[in-house]
């Protein structure tokens, strides 16, 4: 603390992500990371760029957003690209989620929401899950000015059907619907093709999860144009190049690369359901997951003390230290030896 801090920066509650430790042999299951190499391509369109670096990349990042665009059947003007998509969902809130009217969010979500509000003192409401953890549309039947769900959510990995978030869109057509996909490509429905449809409704994704590219930030947006729009001018008066020029080329080759995209996902998803029986015969709960990762939890054993004891054996899970999910471990979908590896310490503690 110093005098020189600002009454904002007092107010602060920063978002403390997942630790990154530098230690030899780790299994790393707590920050959802791709356990597989990026697209080949993608490594060799970065390793390609290095002789552009004198210049500015190009602010709009066009080639990236047609990418995108051709990928999810829309038009680039409608597709909006930053930093990681924690940098999108930040502009979302000072350009489309701060209003007089609470934002709604779910009182078990992405932790990063609540912190975001504080920053730009964007009033908000958290509507608890119910007693399954699964987000029940009807709760949202009460005062405010936009929602923002996670899909699947984030750290339960509970998904709603697309049709779902239809209903949603249309049962509040003056409230805009912002669907952060993280994790969407390991099983669930994108909310992508409801965009032509619906003006009051922007998708989020990333390329750190299902594209293993955490390291390169880049996330984006898929909106009608006049909340593109407002994200732009958002950006624009933040910073003009928040995607360097490899981000931009790595990107566009990993968007491109079906192949390799089809064939990692298949691999999770299959290394998840080996997971998930393997935790359940264990006597764990595992909620019903459609994400990269698995939440657990153990009736017989905390989910601090577990996860403690894992980490004393060369294996990090996500513990969060909050009421009601206090005994659950979050798990990554590691490689299958890694989620083996996991399994077989968790049945000499269990
Ligand atoms: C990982 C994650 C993000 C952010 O990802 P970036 O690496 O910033 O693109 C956003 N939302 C949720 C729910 C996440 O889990």
């Known amino acids: 603390m110093s005098r020189f801090w600002s009454s904002v920066v007092h107010n602060l509650s920063p978002y403390v992500p997942g630790e990154q430790p530098k230690i030899d042999g780790l299994i790393k299951l707590n920050t959802n990371e791709n356990p597989y190499p990026p697209s080949p391509r993608a490594l060799a369109a970065i390793a390609a760029t290095a002789d552009r670096l004198r210049l500015y990349p190009d602010p709009r990042a066009t ?9 999810y059947g829309v038009t680039s003007d409608e597709v909006f690209v930053g930093n990681g998509s924690d940098e999108v969902l930040a502009h979302s809130f000072p350009a489309l989620l701060k209003h007089d009217a609470p934002l709604l969010f779910p009182d078990i ?17 958290l509507v608890p899950l119910d007693a399954a953890m699964r987000i029940d549309l009807a709760d949202y039947r009460r005062p405010g000015s936009a929602i923002l769900l996670c899909n699947p959510n984030a750290p339960t990995g ?11 869109v249309v049962e509040h057509p003056d409230r805009l619907v912002v669907v952060d996909e993280a994790y969407v490509d390991f099983g669930a429905e994108s909310a992508v093709p409801l965009v032509a449809r619906h003006d009051n409704l922007l998708v989020i994704q990333t390329l750190s999860k299902s594209r293993a590219l955490a390291g390169l930030r880049v996330g984006f947006a898929i909106g009608q144009r006049p909340l593109i729009e407002a994200l732009e001018r958002v950006k624009d008066s933040f910073n003009s190049y928040p995607l360097d020029c490899f981000a931009i080329a790595g990107a566009v080759a990993a968007i491109e690369d079906d192949g390799w995209f089809d064939e990692t996902r298949q691999r999770i998803v299959s290394s998840r359901e080996a997971l998930v029986r393997g935790l359940s015969a264990l006597g764990f709960e595992v909620l019903p997951s459609l994400a990269n990762f698995v939440f657990a939890r153990h009736g017989g054993h905390r989910g601090a003390d577990l ?12 513990h969060f230290q909050k009421p009601r999910i206090e005994d659950f471990l979050r798990i990554t979908v590691g490689t299958d030896d890694e989620c083996g590896r996991l399994i077989e310490l968790l049945r000499d503690m269990v």
Do not use: D, H, M, Q
């Not at 509970?158 to 949603?168: H, K, Y």
């Open 109 to 125: 979500t992405y932790s990063f929401y609540p912190v975001y509000c504080r920053l730009y003192g964007a009033r908000y409401e």
């Open 63 to 71: 080639a990236l957003r047609e990418a995108i665009a051709t990928r």
């Open 158 to 168: 509970v998904a709603l059907p697309r049709a779902a978030i239809e209903a949603l």
């Open 307 to 318: 996860a403690a004891k894992l980490r004393e054996r060369g294996v990090l899970v996500r």
